[in-house]
């Protein structure tokens, strides 16, 4: 992080936001959610699709005469694979255009895998991008409410860049921004603040007393005494009060940064969901890591039970 004019922390966000696609209806809407968001018109996209290619040994056996119309076959269906990915790419570049991104800023790469899928995804993430978007799921894998096993193994793996998963809703301009008093919250903080600042989104900071929650103590389902949910409410505020003070020095309205604190909730992770869900927010936005290794095994429990319950809203997971 630097310091600009303002004295504040920024992030120096890098351009390259990496989209990994298969051919899938699942993966098309998630390149019209990109077209609705203006910040992302500044960025290089760079439309990834890893191609499982038919393994070497299969070719072995063409010079059998009766495995010939095998291998034909085989020869026939990954062509046709190739070729289908291709005018995928080449309709989702179109879009892109079509939505006002310039076409230098939108590149098509098809690689075949070496690592599979999550494993290339994983390592060509590492060539310095900006976060990485990937859909819930796509042909073959898994239905709703789970995560395809690729998606969950890259993001599982993808502790060192954020990752936005899209949602089965078209984005708007109400953003969820859940916070707790760790590193990690303010760090998504200023990533939402950097990247969507200045295009007049709304945002809500949002913090969840769970039932039983006490700060030096092992969390139980008892109610909370009303001292403790106002002491913590209390030291919420100087979290808020930084949050806001950031997001409008990165360029949003004051007027559209506000705070709400949930108390008594049984689960962290369902109380976000239902707020974003009632107050029509998407994308949630939540931090990776906490202060401690207890903290951060809590909050990587609540960013992945949010992606989990959250299939209506994007989920943006910032490291």
Known sequence: MTLNIKGIRTMTLKNKILVAVDASDRCMETIKHITQRDPFQKKHLVLYHVFI?????????????????AVAYARDWEAAQKNKIKQFMEKAQQMLMDAGFPKELVTIKIKQSDKGIAGDIVEEAKDGYLAVIISRSGEGELPEP????NASKVIHKLHFVPV????????????LVALDRSGG?????????????????KV???????????????????????EEVKTEEQKMQAVFDEAKRRLIDYGFKSDHVTSKIVSGALTPPRAIVQEAEEGGYSPIVIGRRGLSKFQELFIGSVSNQVIQLGIEQAVWVVT
């Open 185 to 201: 919250a303010m760090r998504a903080v200023d990533f939402v603040g950097e990247l969507m600042g200045g295009y007049d989104f």
């Open 204 to 226: 809500t900071l949002l913090h969840v007393i769970r039932n039983g929650e006490h700060i030096k103590s092992v969390p139980s389902h008892k109610p909370l005494p009303d």
């Open 53 to 69: 290619a038919l393994p070497d040994f299969y070719w072995d056996i063409e010079m059998e005469a009766e495995k010939q119309g």
């Open 164 to 175: 936005f998963i899209a949602g089965k809703k078209l984005s708007g301009k109400n953003i």
């Open 146 to 149: 789970f995560l395809g096993s």
